[in-house]
């Protein structure tokens, strides 16, 4: 019996750690998201925009097989 009680230990051992890591990320999601204008500068200085845009204007332009076309100015 030692051994059963040895086993449900380590697995509630590591159950409450991966519950403390997702409390940790939870907050950490919050916090951040919670702050609009800490996000909008994150994503500015990494240019993200920038090259998501640009892939998504050369992939539809290279992109034969729509059937729709849109015009790009």
């Known amino acids: 019996m030692i051994w059963a009680r040895k ?8 159950l409450l ?9 939870a907050v950490n999601f919050n916090l951040n ?3 609009p204008d800490k996000l909008k500068g994150w994503l500015a200085e990494s240019k993200i925009y920038d090259n998501v845009v ?15 076309t849109v015009p790009f100015r």
């Open 7 to 14: 086993s449900l230990v380590h697995f509630l051992a590591v």
């Open 17 to 25: 750690f991966v519950t403390l890591l997702g409390l940790a990320a």
């Open 33 to 35: 998201l919670a702050h």
């Open 54 to 68: 640009s892939s998504l204007l050369d992939k539809a332009q290279t992109d034969n097989n729509t059937s729709a």
